[in-house]
């Protein structure tokens, strides 16, 4: 593992300066750091700021265009959209990568506990993957599966070597969306069946078919978006009707009291499953999809054998069972290279995306040869899917996770995570749990943990504002908005961890006092 970035030089994680290493820098940090300079009749001394990991990359001079002048074509040039989703009040202006970390168009450097939503797995610019890509791209860029050339086999060959049987047919597509489309194209051909179930709060895309899917308001339109879609209760042992402290397979359970005994709310959510066979859907279904950790949903884990005892019902109804591993997979969580595993499922179709070619657009379908067949009756092509370079790069990323041991990672310093963050929670009232496994992880907040309502978005902001201004980039998530994400490059260490975990805890106080 690449560690020229990740070492951390000295014995103390705090000090008075600027984590952005300028006596200039610190000045204007102070200065515009909220908390900071809001007056009062009280006089504070300003709070000890963690001191950022060195790392040993240097940047790039950023000489292009003003930040003003990037505004002003972000806001009427590009989509509204893209404005809309700009995280923080105060933009981050990103102009160069390495591993775990970014750097913006100042400077100033940030460690990166988002990833580009959850999709750089093996860090920026990874030196083993980019060497891959160069080579590539000096050799062919694109042709595509009309022709017979050696990047798309041998990576197919790869990718299903790491898949148990019989899930050893890959289809290549574009992104995870387009990959989820055309799972429920071939989930509806296979069984001749047409709807499609998926949990509430779950996220699978921004097309139109897989929009139907997700089961989020902020993602819907009031258009018809996708028909045969239905969504049951989502199984959240900690915002759902029932749930405990021994319900789900991660290193943290949840501090909700509750007196089932254990298998108990896996029943209660499955009855609500079995339910809409008699209110919604008819008697025999096309899928059932789900990832095996919601991902846009915050990181909600399910109780154990849910999905094991859904999987069975499923195909008792003539559906196939489809998990996407779009966030989930290559080892993310840690204990299993994919999500389904830790389930003790077999699924009858996996999609994946993000991770699997570390930003570089792809996604694939994998399925059975028996389902795979029934894909024949039409032709359907896509154009960019499995192209040669985003073959070579995604077989470049398997082979880093590999031999870095990535996915050992994942286990050890994402276990180191959660039971650090647990600490925090029952250190202040407003974060009400602490899920996850590997470097999948969601921290809900609440306004109180007896409530369990969710923290307001002005609160929310707040934290999610210090965070940024102390040198850490997270995401947020959940139905509410409520559930900061911590989803990094799996290339962090320990060391970063304490830094991350230090602003975490400096930035929830910061709230805490304003409260």
Not at 14 to 37: E, I, M, Q, Y
Not at 57 to 66: A, G, I, L, R
Not at 242 to 259: A, L, M, Y
Not at 360 to 385: C, D, L, Q, W
């Amino acid at each position: 593992m690449h560690k020229v970035c990740s070492r951390l030089h000295g014995p103390s994680l705090f000090r008075k300066t600027d984590p952005w290493n300028s006596v200039d820098a610190c000045v204007k940090f102070h200065k515009d750091c909220g908390v900071l300079c809001q007056k009062s009749a009280v006089k504070h001394p300003p709070p000890v700021l963690p001191q950022i990991p060195p790392c040993d990359f240097k940047p790039q001079p950023y000489q292009d265009m003003s930040k003003d002048r990037l505004l002003d074509i972000r806001k009427n040039n590009c989509n509204p959209m893209t404005m809309k989703v700009t995280y923080y009040k105060k933009p981050v202006f990103i102009n160069q990568g390495y591993m775990q970390w970014l750097w913006d168009v100042d400077g100033r450097r940030y460690m990166d506990l988002f990833a580009g939503v959850a999709t750089v797995s093996v860090g920026h610019c990874n030196p083993k993957v980019t060497e891959t890509a160069e080579k590539q791209l000096r050799r062919l860029w694109h042709t595509t599966a009309i022709y017979v050339y050696p990047q798309i086999q041998e990576y197919a060959e790869k990718l299903a070597s790491l898949l148990p049987d019989p899930l050893k047919v890959v289809y290549f597509t574009n992104s995870g969306s387009e990959a989820n489309d055309l799972a429920v194209l071939m989930a509806r051909l296979y069984t001749g069946n047409f709807d499609v179930i998926t949990l509430r709060g779950s996220y699978h895309g921004g097309s139109p078919q897989a929009t139907g899917l997700t089961s989020n308001a902020d993602y819907k339109y009031p258009i018809l978006s996708s028909m045969g879609c239905h969504n049951t209760m989502c199984p959240d042992v900690f915002r759902g009707l029932w749930g405990g402290s021994h319900c789900r397979d991660s290193p943290v359970q949840t501090i909700r009291e509750c007196s089932c005994s254990p298998g108990t709310n896996t029943h209660t959510y499955y009855q609500k499953l079995k339910e809409m066979f008699a209110t919604t859907v008819p008697n025999r279904i096309a899928a059932f999809f789900a990832e095996p950790i919601q991902g846009v949903g915050g990181a909600v884990q399910f109780p154990k054998n849910y999905l094991k005892d859904t999987y069975q019902f499923v195909r008792e109804k003539g559906g196939i069972c489809i998990a996407d591993e779009v966030q989930t997979g290559f080892g993310r969580t840690g204990s299993h290279f994919w999500g389904f595993q830790g389930h003790n499922v077999l699924p009858d179709m996996v999609t994946v995306a993000k991770g699997i070619a570390n930003g570089f657009p792809m996604g694939a379908v994998v399925t059975t040869a028996e389902i795979a067949r029934s894909f024949g009756k039409g032709v359907h092509f896509n154009t960019f899917g499995g192209n040669p370079l985003a073959c070579a790069v995604a077989s470049s990323v398997l082979d880093t996770i590999k031999e870095d041991k990535m996915q050992e990672n994942s286990t050890e310093v994402g276990t180191y995570l959660l039971t650090e963050l647990a600490k925090l929670r029952d250190k202040y009232e407003i974060i009400g749990d602490v899920r996850g496994k590997g470097l999948q992880i969601g921290v809900e907040m609440v306004k109180d943990k007896a409530s369990r309502d969710p923290l307001p978005p002005v609160a929310m902001a707040e934290i999610f504002e210090d965070t940024k201004d102390m040198g850490v980039l997270i995401g947020k998530g959940g139905l509410y908005g409520q559930t900061f994400r911590i989803k990094p490059p799996m290339c962090i260490t320990k060391d970063d961890a304490d830094f991350f975990l230090a602003v975490f805890n400096q930035a929830v106080q910061n709230y805490m006092e304003r409260r």
